[in-house]
């Protein structure tokens, strides 16, 4: 990606589909509603940087892609999942702020209401379009978020990468199958293999995900302890190996491990520190866990 400049202190980056998008738009004589759309998602993310921002988070850089724009931060399930939630829909909200502000305008003649119109749907289209359930869009953030009040994160990573994908082959579809009855959408067949090919290599980075999860586990720990939780048990027999048990773990719960022996009695309550010390030992994550601590 190529680096553009920065806007409150955060670096803003080009992905090359993006520019070649532009310069596609602006060959076709759309230069000012390309310029507007540029600055609607630019707003957009924004509106997801001084939210993280709010929330003390460091933001790395924004991203301008194809489909619109991602605001990448260095928190990754560390931090609630209400913070995410909020950061994330404060792009959308700031689509629906200009939509009202075009409104206005218009109601007091400072604009037209052509413009106006274009204006707003131009809006209604990023907000709603990143509000589909496909990461990394803004309503794929949220599915996770979502999905991991009630699912360990392992199965959370999973399901959402493998519906990405879908929904992702999805749009390609849609994208071929308007080709064959009204035309070629070359914007929503690169939108689709962008995306298809993001949450490819999601797909196959799953486990680093994963491992970043229980890295950060530490800090949710202690953010967990400091404001008073409930503990989630997960009750499992000491054949279990360490490596299964990690991956019941969920994002907004901190567990006590009760290990049972075959009659039904508790033999041994394990916090989850010792079994994060002993996953991040290649040699010993694989054992069973009545061989390292019964």
Known sequence: ???????????????????????????????????????????????????????????????????????????????????????TLSGPLQNGMMMVAALVLQSTGVISGEWSAYFIQANMYVALFNLLPILPLDGGKIMQCVLSFWLPYQKVIVFSCVASLILSILLLLAAAFHTWYGGFQLNLFMIGLFLFYSNWYAYKGMSYHFMRFLIHRGDTYHRLVRQGTLAQPIVVDGRRKVTEIVRLFMREKYHLVYVMDERGAIRIVLPEQPLLQTYFNETKRGSAISELFM
Request: hydrophobic share 55%.
């Open 1 to 87: 990606m190529s680096k553009w400049n920065r806007l409150f202190g955060v670096p803003i980056r080009f992905h090359p589909l993006f520019s070649i998008v532009i310069l596609l738009s602006i060959l076709a004589g759309y230069f000012i509603e390309t310029a507007t759309l540029f600055g609607i998602v630019l707003i957009h993310e924004l509106g997801h940087v001084m939210a993280a921002k709010n929330f003390g988070w460091r933001v790395k850089e924004i991203q301008l892609l194809p489909f619109g724009g991602v605001a990448v931060v260095d928190e990754m399930a560390s931090v609630p999942a209400w913070q995410e939630i909020i950061v």
